[in-house]
């Protein structure tokens, strides 16, 4: 039998990928070694309040049901562990004040805690039934055994998670301007090519705008850099707060900014739409600006804004279509009327 079980054990180990997974199987296994009628794993809230079965296997009569949580106090476990017992085959002699037991029928009790690396209490392994039953040394250390097993399954999880965790945040901040706080370059040409392919598949327009702030140097010049750096976070605040949730909103560097959605299906409406939604970025970005340091008002942006088909060009030559047509807008710009 113990050759049969360590082979079970190590089959496990070897396929079980997942703490649910890993636990369902060690109880199967716990039943036929300690011929308890019911199996279970606990978990202990953070506050030390509540108990929860987490997983159970229950046979014959007894049932303990996965997700029920009693008070930490009135549990067997609660009393095992100060106790230092571990083990009754009349639980009613010895702990009979308690509710949760006698709800259950529990008249054999077994319990081992279920301790991690830094010395916490996750939780409980147990095993119980309704009738007298007798532990053997043998089932004893197996219930430990798997104690220890299954807190090292869930300090595996835990640090999987936090890598998982680390692993977004560093993915976010590399998409991330750091100054703005918008997405930056790389974040931007990760996501037209999505934006592209949703757009070709529902032959849609895609419009791009692409915006260079005029009169930023005479700013960083006459204020200094730190209240250029405040010019660039308000410009990126009010992107955030006046483009669309659908639309892709980004600071390619300096002071280049992009914003690109889908449009219509048909290109008369593309073109009434890349019209307006031009004027929607010139109006949004205009305007005075209450800076830490001063009042800025300021005279707009040069825009470049197309729309295009995504069938039939890439979003790298769409972007440099609409930088092409930005200076365009900024010739203009400066023959018509000074920059402020």
Not at 117 to 135: H, I, K, N, V
Not at 236 to 260: N, P, S, T
Not at 295 to 311: E, K, R
């Amino acid at each position: 039998m113990i050759d049969n079980l360590i082979e079970r054990i190590s089959s496990a180990l070897d396929a079980e990928y997942t703490l649910e997974g890993l636990v369902r199987q060690l109880l199967e296994m716990l039943e036929l070694v300690t011929n308890m009628e019911s199996t279970y794993l606990t978990r202990i809230d953070a506050e030390g309040s509540q108990q929860q079965i987490v997983f159970s296997r229950n046979t014959k009569a007894m049932n303990i049901p996965e997700g029920l949580s009693v008070p930490w106090e009135d549990t067997l476990c609660k009393r095992a562990l100060d106790e230092g017992r571990r083990y009754t085959c009349d639980v009613a002699k010895v702990w009979g004040d308690s509710e949760a037991a006698k709800a259950l029928g529990i008249v054999t009790y077994v319990s081992t805690p279920v301790t991690l690396a830094d010395g916490s209490l996750y939780g409980t392994l147990c095993a119980a039934s309704s009738e007298q039953r007798e532990l053997t040394d043998h089932s004893e250390q197996v219930l430990q055994l798997f104690s220890q097993l299954i807190a090292q399954q869930i300090q595996n999880e835990q640090l999987l998670k936090k890598l998982q965790q680390a692993n977004v945040a560093l993915t976010t901040a590399s998409y991330t301007d750091e100054l703005t706080g918008l997405p930056n370059r790389r974040a931007v040409f990760d996501q037209l090519p999505r934006l592209f392919s949703r757009a070709k598949d529902d032959a849609r327009y895609v419009l791009v705008a692409f915006a260079d702030l005029d009169g930023f140097k005479q700013i960083n010049d006459l204020h200094g850099h730190e209240t250029g750096d405040d010019f660039l976070c308000a410009i990126g605040q009010r992107l955030k707060e006046g483009v669309r949730g659908d639309e892709i909103l980004g600071r390619l560097g300096g002071d280049e900014f992009i914003v690109a959605g889908a449009g219509p299906t048909e290109y008369s409406e593309a073109l009434r739409a890349t019209m307006a939604f031009r004027a929607r970025l010139a109006e949004l970005l205009s305007g005075e600006y209450q800076l830490k340091s001063c009042v800025i008002d300021y005279a707009g942006p040069s825009i470049g804004a197309i729309a295009v088909n995504p069938a039939t060009i890439t979003p790298d030559d769409a972007i440099r279509e609409a930088d092409t047509l930005m200076y365009v807008d900024k010739k203009r710009r400066k023959n018509g009327a000074a920059v402020s």
